[in-house]
């Protein structure tokens, strides 16, 4: 599967941004779907998961009651819908496919996208 994030930009503190993810291929609603972002200088790390189904949803602590993981499987589409945005969300974010372990680990991941930009600034 080929991914494709789009929706980043500049946006001032306490504002709403959705990322997107939009994925090729026919087996979309098969695979586990994934959320990271990596701060300049930082590590990549976990943001957010979401079922097959849609079902169920993982957050990391600093984002919960923020940000929002959805899909969309008839348009083979991942959503971040994130809002109340802290500069220390600044971060490229990456949306990730086909989990095989641990839904917080990106190594657990075998499809990557290549990246939006959040910049969160006034």
């Known amino acids: 599967v080929q991914l494709q994030a789009s929706g980043g930009g500049l946006v001032q503190p306490g504002g709403s941004l959705r990322l997107s993810c939009a994925a090729s291929?026919?087996?979309?609603?098969?695979?586990?779907m994934g959320w990271f972002r990596q701060a300049p200088g930082k590590e990549r790390e976990f943001v957010a998961a979401?079922?097959?189904?849609?079902?169920?949803?993982y957050y990391t602590d600093s984002v919960k009651g923020r940000f929002s993981i959805s899909r969309d499987n008839a348009k083979n589409t991942l959503y971040l819908q994130m809002n109340s945005l802290k500069p220390e969300d600044t971060a490229v974010y990456y949306c990730?496919?086909?989990?095989?372990?641990?839904?917080?680990?990106?190594?657990?991941?075998?499809?990557w996208g290549q990246g939006t930009l959040v910049t969160v600034s006034s």
């Open positions: 990730a496919a086909d989990r095989q372990a641990g839904y917080n680990l990106e190594s657990s991941y075998n499809y």
């Open positions: 979401i079922a097959r189904s849609g079902a169920r949803t």
């Open positions: 291929g026919r087996t979309f609603s098969s695979y586990f």
